[in-house]
């Protein structure tokens, strides 16, 4: 009877422990489903922000592709104006071209003709001194010949023969 009596002991024991190892496992079970909702919940609020994040990326991508768009357009049009700006310098530099030209022709075309210009100077001069003179005589034989007649009724003014 001593060995019955033990292994009932033994049974209980065991009984026991094992109650005791079952209560520990639902109290860590109980544990880990409370922490596991927590983490639910968590993961549900990051959720909805993440949901918030995604619609402002959104819209943020949207708004850089309108920009690009944007940013295309005026570039495309800058290009133009980039464009007719390079034409007017082209224009420019042969103009220059031109105007160096033409004024090598007429240096070269002086040089040359150095002693004809002088020429046409001189008489020129002279033909300028000789109109002069012709004026003057003119003036001077206006004047001469002129005799004032008042107009009837007219008063006279002082004269004067230092004229």
Known sequence: MDWKILLYIAAIVAAI???ILCV???MTLNSLKNTLKEVSGTVSGLENQLQGVTLET???LHKT???AEDIQ???EKLNTVVDAVRGVGNAVTDLNSSVRRI???VSSQVEENEDKIAQVVQWGNVVMGIRDK?????IYEARASSSYAPVPGQKRLPHNDQF
């Open 17 to 19: 422990g094992f109650l």
């Open 24 to 26: 520990a496992l639902a």
């Open 58 to 60: 959104t819209n943020l």
């Open 65 to 67: 592709n309108e920009l």
């Open 73 to 75: 357009a005026k570039s």
């Open 103 to 105: 004024t090598t022709t």
């Open 134 to 138: 012709w004026k003057e005589r003119k």
